[in-house]
């Protein structure tokens, strides 16, 4: 256990529709990554917030937006959804905002968009 | 621009041997360098890592080798156990960005037969 949080497992939704991914951090992290993983596809850096604040920015769409709130905890918003957006999305953490040091990550949420 | 390169997409080996899985990478700037272990429906666990300054670190049955010359790392897993067959990620960290946020590879698989 990464000790990670992420829900919902799996959420199934349509076209155009609106959903919002939860990932609560390990205890005493700082930092919050999300990734998103396409089929037979690599792990994709989206966004990295760090004590509240954005920190960095991968190849995320301006469909997609995320924040990280006061208790650490972050959501990440998927607007407008199309088909190809159906992925694994996965939230990790690390105490770290700055410096190398492993991530740990959750078991992910499996967006299917129909 | 694919950054962390797994050229080899799966593995196969009998238990008991070595399994060697292979990382390439293109950006001089990475500067630490991770391996990363995954289960079905689940999310990455990270495996062991590897600082620049170093050509190899060890732990237990693992062993990643660094060769910043030829801008490639290896995973070597000695002796290989059924419960190794996994997917295994590669990934680099660019100290110097200052985010800690990790470029994956795409994966290789690795079945160990018993």
């Known amino acids: 256990d990464s000790g990670v949080t992420q829900t919902p497992k799996h959420l199934i939704t349509a076209t155009g529709q609106r959903v919002t991914l939860r990932c609560s951090p390990r205890?005493?992290?700082?930092?919050v990554y999300w990734y998103q993983q396409s089929l037979d596809q690599g792990l994709q850096f989206l966004i990295q917030?760090?004590?509240?604040?954005?920190?960095a920015k991968g190849n995320i769409l301006e469909r997609f937006s995320a924040q990280q709130f006061p208790d650490l905890h972050s959501e990440l918003n998927l607007s407008s959804l199309e088909l190809g957006d159906s992925a694994l999305y996965f939230c990790a953490s690390s105490g770290a905002g700055t410096e190398n040091s492993p991530l740990h990550f959750g078991n992910g949420t499996r967006l299917t968009v129909t | 621009d694919q950054q962390v390169k797994q050229n080899s997409p799966s593995l196969s080996v009998q238990e008991g041997r070595i399994s060697i899985l292979n990382c390439d990478y293109t950006n001089s700037m990475f500067d630490y360098f991770l391996w990363y272990k995954k289960y079905p429906a689940e999310g990455p666990t990270f495996l062991i890592s590897?600082?620049?300054?170093?050509d190899k670190n060890e732990d237990g049955r693992f062993t990643v080798f660094l060769n910043k010359s030829a801008k490639h790392l290896s995973l070597h897993i000695v002796p290989s156990q059924p419960g190794d067959s996994a997917v295994y990620f590669c990934?680099?960290?660019?100290?110097?960005?200052?985010?800690?946020?990790?470029?994956f590879g795409q994966g290789t698989t690795l079945q160990v037969k018993p």
């Open positions: 990934a680099a960290s660019d100290g110097s960005s200052n985010t800690g946020k990790l470029i």
């Open positions: 917030y760090y004590n509240g604040e954005e920190r």
């Open positions: 590897i600082s620049s300054i170093k």
């Open positions: 205890s005493g992290d700082l930092s």
